[in-house]
């Protein structure tokens, strides 16, 4: 999710229809327009893991109102529930704790994106605002998903309240993606400005997730445990939403209430790997330093129930439930797309090309040298649960509509000033490889959105492209290439017939990462 927050007239939140009544299934899934069948299989994916459905699955109170049940834990509430959150689906995570909760929530406090209140009035998203009184206090900050003034007055709100619970207390704690910038609390004498730029620099020179939050755990009082540490001796409940492939909960926002397992080495390891080691200031070397002798073990995190709510997968197993309705043969390929955007884009490509053989020639080996590069091309990426084999058995075995559904979080390498956003590069990109060769007798359609409703800096969430997308640009003027040069893929929808092509959600208010969906419908 970018700076820029405008909510769109949004999402139908309503399940898709029964569509298997009357009639045969594919004759239904055959009518239907695929873009739009790719639509309400995209809201399907969000609708799964919007704040309220989520919390319902995991939070229940007792008919009585005296316990609280997460999953299979009850905790006993008397007036001791308290509330802190952090990142940028936060907001209607706790609008729906509070609907939830009522009375017995005795106070809270959030920090959440700067404007995210106004976005969500503006759009009429009553469900994603606090009540008027609300006894949770929300803080709004982080700019750019950056760590700023605003943020760190959060960070030491939530730390105050934290450290102010008993034994007899229970914490609740919402975690959600951009939790780390919303939550800075430098261990002094580290300040903001040099964890800030030290942040900077780190993803500038291509940290991931996994090695900035390293860093930016050894330097916070809070991440890596620390909250958890502030509330002791209160319980603590985290209900977390996972913007990170795997869903690892120590990465997730920095694992605030997940004791770290890292030292001193790993964090000198990462800063020597970006050069970033001699330079330091003197205040991280002081911080680094100190933390080889007082590390924080994980037995101090004994008291913390850490849940993930939400997730790319839980989304991928809605969308592929909607799909069967529909009338599709519907495989879940991977939630964990990882790498490069234009070999991820060559992969879904060759995919096109090999389902499509099979699924038109009813041979599974007529497309063998396709098939080869496209499982080489699966090794070269490295997806951990790719279930390629699965998914082309699939398509053999399915004589008709087959839809193949995918999640993760592709890498664009900005190389030029356009405007664009890695969903709308990927669909790009792909509908380039889709008219690399006749695909044969089935119609094709690949769709890539972010579930956040924001895709890069655009307004978009995404794009969805068929074969024949360079040749018809073509003819209207449009050379992708140079779009693709530039980076410029939101331009190139935004022109290129109308706009039709264009995923609009607007903010969804939430974030599980992006959904991949491949459509193949034999003619
Ligand atoms: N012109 C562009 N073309 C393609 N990708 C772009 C462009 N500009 C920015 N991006 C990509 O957009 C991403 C940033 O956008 P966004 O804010 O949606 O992602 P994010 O910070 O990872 O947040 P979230 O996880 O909430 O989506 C970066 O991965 C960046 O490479
Ligand atoms: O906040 C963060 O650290 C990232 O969004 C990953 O969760």
Redesign the pocket.
Known sequence: ???VLQVLPCLARAPLRPLLLGGTVVRLASGMALAEQARQLFESAVGAVLPGPMLHRVLSLDPGGGQLKVRDRSFQLRQNLYLVGFG?AVLGMAAAAEELLGQHLVQGVISVPKGIRAAMEHAGKQEMLLKPHSCVQVFEGAED?LPDRDALRAALAIRQLAESLTADDLLLVLIS??GSALLPAPIPPVTLEEKQTLTKLLAARGANIQELNTIRKALSQLKGGGLARAAYPAQVVSLILS?VVGDPVEVIASGPTVASVHNVQDCLHILNRYGLRAALPRSVKTVLARADSDPHGPHTCGHVLNVIIGSNALALAEAQRQAEALGYQAVVLSAAMQGD?ESIARFYGLLAQVAGTRLTLAGAGASAEEGEQLRELAAELQLPDLQLKEALEAVVRARGPVCLLAGG?P????Q???????N??LALRVGVELGRQPLGPVDVLFLSG?T?G????TEAAGAWVMPGLASQAAAEGLDVATFLS?????TFFRCFRGGVHLLHTGLTGT?V??AHLLFLRPR
Do not use: F, I, Y
């Not at 924001?454 to 800096?457: K, R």
């Not at 530039?486 to 939101?490: M, P, V």
């Open positions: 999710m970018a700076a940028k998903n993606g951009g913007d955007v979080e890498t664009v390498q900005l030029g000033s356009g405007k664009g956003g890695r709308q590069e972010g956040d924001q895709d890069g800096p530039h980076n410029d893929s939101h974030n990462m992006d």
